[in-house]
């Protein structure tokens, strides 16, 4: 049985195995391992997961969101807003505990585990003080990178207290020190377009920008993010934080209308966007 308890192990055996070649798996109480054709009862085949096993509905659709991301060979940066239908991402006040189903966030921790490097913004530290970690299952955690223009966090915020690595890009000369942390200073000119130069030096696979909005939408501007992905609740929170703020269009024939898909989730919809394919 697939559970929050093995399912970062599974991640993990799918991410370390070969990338185009289908993958055997023998899925037992206490523990997943590779296997041969004939004994497996978990495997894939040309990216789509099937099962011998038990496996409830929730799994299903992680594993039917997650594996052809993990299959794909090449570099892909997902971008992953939890919003309401509405498409609010916080409150005005920045409350964002929590628009989604509490399960949501098993998701999320599996997401970040098969990425190699997780980006946010600083007002998201500032906001929901986060750990960014797999924590919820036991997954591999991904290096954390934060973007702090101004350099205005302070060790107070709980990612600069657990031992775990960051990485802080800046547009600023102040000199301050942040516990366990790299803090790389890029020209204020052209800032997005060079941390995008630094960001693909770091040889990661897949990297997940978990937000804020200012984070994402200035990405996307600069055609960083590959799929965009909305976890959409059916809440209506009338007012707060938007989702995204793009460069303005006049016309409707400029839309991005991208190739997409749709997830269920529990009560909610995943819809990816693929932004450049
Ligand atoms: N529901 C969700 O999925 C979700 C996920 C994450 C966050 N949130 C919510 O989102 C809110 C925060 O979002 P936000 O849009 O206000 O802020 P944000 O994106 O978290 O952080 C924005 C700040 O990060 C720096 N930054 C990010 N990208 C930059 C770039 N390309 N160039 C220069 N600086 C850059 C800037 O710092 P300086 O101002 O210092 O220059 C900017 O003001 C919080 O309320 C949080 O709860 C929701």
């Known amino acids: 049985m697939i559970t929050s308890k093995n399912i970062g192990i599974l991640l993990n055996l799918i991410k370390n195995s070969k990338k185009s070649s289908d993958l055997y798996l023998l899925v037992k109480k206490n523990s997943i391992s590779y296997s041969s054709k004939g004994k497996s009862n978990f495997y894939i085949k040309k990216h789509s997961p099937e099962y011998k096993i038990k496996i409830s509905k929730f799994y299903q659709s992680i594993l039917n969101i997650l594996v052809p991301i993990i299959k794909n060979n090449k570099r892909l940066v997902i971008a992953q807003i939890g919003q309401s239908i509405d498409g609010r991402i916080a409150l005005r006040n920045g409350n964002s505990h929590y628009i989604n189903n509490p399960k949501s966030i098993i998701y999320l921790h599996c997401l970040r585990s098969i990425s190699d490097a997780i980006i946010v913004g600083s007002n998201t530290i500032k906001k929901d003080n986060p750990l960014l970690t797999t924590r919820k299952i036991k997954g591999t955690n991904p290096k954390r990178i934060i973007i702090d223009g101004s350099l205005s966090l302070n060790n107070n915020y709980k990612i600069f207290n657990d031992g775990n690595e960051n990485i802080i890009f800046t547009k600023s000369s102040r000199k301050i020190r942040l516990n366990n942390s790299t803090i790389i200073r890029l020209n204020e000119k052209n800032f997005t377009k060079n941390l995008i130069k630094q960001l693909?030096?770091?040889?990661?696979?897949?990297?997940?920008?978990?937000?804020?909005?200012?984070?994402?939408?200035?990405?996307?501007?600069?055609?960083y993010i590959d799929i965009l992905q909305f976890m959409i609740a059916p809440i209506l929170i009338g007012s707060g934080i938007n989702s995204l703020n793009l460069k303005e269009i006049s016309n409707l024939n400029k839309a991005i209308r991208p190739k997409c898909n749709f997830n269920e989730l529990e009560n909610e919809i995943i819809v990816n966007l693929f932004l450049n394919s």
């Not at 200035?218 to 055609?223: A, D």
Request: net charge positive.
């Open 200 to 223: 693909n030096k770091l040889k990661c696979k897949n990297i997940l920008v978990e937000g804020g909005s200012k984070t994402i939408s200035e990405l996307i501007n600069n055609q």
